[in-house]
């Protein structure tokens, strides 16, 4: 029988400490008031992409454990894209089910095609449960609170600290230094591995990094950590050991006390490390190797929720499918042939310069699984190159079409604002070491005030009665009436380096929104007030999407076997065949022109007409200066307004022509420029302005052919 059916030892499994029948190892549990696994039977849930998914004993004892896991219920996967696409209301718990389940199967399905590969059933659950709990981390609206959200609140804390090095630090800046400081280089998978934890301690138990193959520690009431695993209940199927169990009762006594689970079934701390592993997408803490399951053997396990190497993994695959499913109704299904058409290879490395195990690699002769530069790699046949272009083809589309949308991004930014707002007086419950709590910037510091932070973090600001969060009050008043900040324009990059547009992209968004500010551009207002641009009122986005690998083919990431050396995939793991890179002769008409696309987006705070134009003029402006002058900056911005002042105004007369223009008011002018003056030109022969722009071109080309006879 298959090792992935029959739950069978592996050669790493010769380790002491699996729980076995060491009665000392069995007294502590009476100290606590602890409950069996079999106190949770196995269940099925709906779901709108996979139909039904089935929640084992271990997903429920950590989707129970309150409020980590359910709070993600009030997390939308999609964060603020629901004010484009009103149907975009599925959750966070929803896809971390699917991926949990995508998961299951292409282990199993691997296990069974390769039996020599030897995947237990407890590697299978592993897998499962990183699936399950890979999204824990997540802040208030997904990727607004690690993205622009915490990236503001670093910018303001560098700041801060540069004032108070130099003695100009003011009352707010003196509160902020006595909070603790917002961890560089945090990401919500780091929060994901502390939820874990939380789950664990909530249920009685802890990771013992002094016994890493031994049963969790047990440190409070909850689930016997020696009885935490497959349960005799075989949520995968039979378990050979169950026939060894006692039927004596124990297992459903009201004290929970029964024989110890053996190693093969006993969830220990290695298995929880491999868990948060497989989250990370490498080994905890900058390590250089794998601690959870060091066999090089298994490293494709930790490919499948987060694959390092080409990004094609469940996770992807499941939300590319809800997303479009919830999105674009009447899409959005779930490409089966990547789960079921996948099996195990050795390949080579297609990021050396970036892996772990490759960049200090030194080869092993005497190991039959040491090949420098080579993985066990999750691998496709050669015929599924089509399918794997298409589906990061799928992640572009997305991106453009639904991620980045500029609605969406608009009340985006509205939502960053909001929270940046409130943070300084609004404060999350948090554990015994925060007395007063946290604030929204610090609650990945204590995971009771992490558990709080979801989605409805602007009903709880709207409903303090601290003053001081008035002016985030209003702004969350004028998001819940969809008076979103305005997309104001886009300017394309080129792919070609030596393009001019390129000294644009070169620019910070500080740079950018400060040199748009002094071009001294405005215009006058209804009552003849001068609108100038405020740099509070723009926002400069730097907008890159790609089909996973920035500029790079996807593709070449991912491995390939050709139809005649499949029959090699039941040879011994080091005998296994190598997969290689396919050529892109063989799907070049598929491949897109560019892997990447970046443009600059401009966006206004203030709404109003006149403020719209201004700022969309300015840009303009700017973008043609820089790409003419090479370099741009205030001095040349300065003497383009001055040259603008200088310009003639042209006389038109009823019929439209053109009266005392010279040879020199003939050379075009910038486009920045060329689109006032059409404006200024742009009327008919009743001197009325046009507004259509087929009218507009049809005056400028009367004009240009007007001037033309004139010189």
Not at 133 to 145: F, R, T
Not at 199 to 215: H, K, W
Not at 585 to 612: G, M
Request: a negative charge; hydrophobic letters at 30%; proline letters at 5%.
């Amino acid at each position: 029988m298959s090792s992935v059916l029959s739950g069978s030892k592996r050669p790493r499994d010769d380790e002491d400490g699996g729980g076995g029948g060491d009665e000392s190892k069995v007294e502590p549990r009476h100290q606590f008031n602890v409950r069996p696994m079999e106190a949770f039977h196995k269940k099925r849930t709906n779901d709108s992409i996979h139909s039904t998914i089935d929640l084992c004993p271990v997903m429920q004892v950590l989707m129970n454990s309150q409020p980590y896991f359910q709070r993600l219920r009030k997390l939308k996967q999609l964060g603020v894209s629901e004010a484009v696409y009103v149907t975009a209301t599925h959750n966070r718990k929803e896809h971390s089910l699917g991926v949990a389940h995508l998961a299951e199967r292409m282990v199993r399905r691997i296990g069974h095609r390769q039996p020599q590969l030897g995947i237990a059933e407890k590697d299978v659950l592993c897998v499962k449960l990183a699936g399950l709990c890979h999204d824990l981390g997540h802040g208030a609206y997904s990727h607004v609170y690690d993205g622009p959200f915490l990236e503001a609140m670093r910018a303001d804390q560098a700041q801060a600290a540069r004032r108070s090095n130099g003695d100009e630090s003011s009352g707010a800046s003196a509160s902020a230094a006595t909070l603790p400081p917002i961890p560089d280089g945090w990401t919500h998978e780091d929060a994901s591995m502390d939820m874990i934890d939380a789950i664990l301690r909530a249920q009685g138990m802890e990771v013992d990094e002094s016994n890493l193959d031994g049963p969790l520690r047990q440190i409070g009431d909850g689930v016997d950590a020696q009885r935490f695993g497959l349960s005799s209940a075989g949520e995968f199927g039979y378990c050979p050991d169950d026939d060894n169990d006692d039927d004596n009762g124990d297992d459903n006594g009201t004290d929970g006390i029964g024989k110890p689970y053996p190693k093969e079934r006993l969830l220990t701390s290695r298995d929880i490390i491999f868990i948060k592993e497989c989250i990370n997408g490498g080994p905890l803490h900058n390590g250089s190797e794998y601690v959870g399951r060091p066999d090089p053997s298994f490293e494709y396990l930790y490919d499948v929720v987060s694959n390092r190497h080409s990004g094609l993994d469940v996770d992807k695959i499941d939300y590319f499918g809800r997303d479009q499913r919830q999105c674009h109704k009447g899409s959005g299904e779930v490409e089966h042939l990547l789960i079921e058409d996948a099996f195990v290879a050795w390949g080579q490395c297609p990021r050396p310069g970036k892996c772990f195990k490759c960049r200090d690699e030194v080869e092993d002769v005497g190991s039959p699984l040491s090949r420098k530069g080579m993985h066990l790699m999750i691998c496709y046949p050669d015929k599924m190159v089509h399918k794997a272009l298409e589906f990061f083809k799928t992640r572009f589309r997305l991106h453009s079409e639904i991620y980045t949308h500029r609605t969406a991004k608009g009340s985006e930014f509205m939502v960053c604002d909001i929270l940046k707002l409130a943070d300084p007086f609004f404060r999350l419950r948090a554990g015994p070491q925060y007395p007063t709590g946290l604030p929204i910037s610090r609650a990945m510091l204590d995971s009771t005030a992490y558990s709080l932070l979801n989605d409805s973090i602007l009903d709880m600001i709207l409903s303090s009665p601290d003053p001081r969060l008035l002016p985030a009050q209003r702004l969350i008043e004028r998001y819940e009436c969809r008076d979103f900040y305005k997309y104001v324009a886009a300017h394309e990059i080129s792919h070609d380096s030596n393009d001019a547009t390129n000294l644009l992209w070169e620019r910070t968004e500080e740079d950018i929104t400060s040199e748009l500010c002094q071009m001294h551009a405005c215009h006058s207002g209804e009552n003849g007030e001068k609108i100038v641009l405020d740099p509070s009122d723009i926002i400069v986005e730097k907008m890159e999407i790609h089909h996973g690998r920035g500029s790079l083919n996807p593709v070449d990431m991912m491995r390939f076997l050709p139809k005649g050396k499949l029959g090699q995939l039941s040879r011994p793991v080091h005998e296994l065949p190598v997969a290689e890179q396919q050529l892109e002769e063989v799907y070049y008409s598929s491949i897109p022109k560019a892997f990447n696309e970046r443009s600059l987006r401009v966006f206004s705070r203030n709404t109003d007409p006149k403020h719209f134009d201004l700022l969309k003029h300015a840009f303009e402006q700017w973008c043609d200066s820089v790409m003419e002058d090479g370099q741009g900056g205030p001095n040349t911005f300065q003497a383009m307004e001055e040259e603008e002042e200088e310009e003639d105004d042209y006389d038109v007369g009823v019929d439209g022509s053109i009266a005392n223009i010279s040879q020199d008011d003939l050379t075009p002018p910038r486009r920045g420029v060329l689109s006032r003056n059409m404006k200024q030109v742009s009327v008919d022969h009743n001197g009325e302005e046009v507004e259509s722009p087929k009218q507009r071109l049809e005056v400028q080309q009367a004009f240009s052919g007007t001037a033309r006879k004139s010189s």
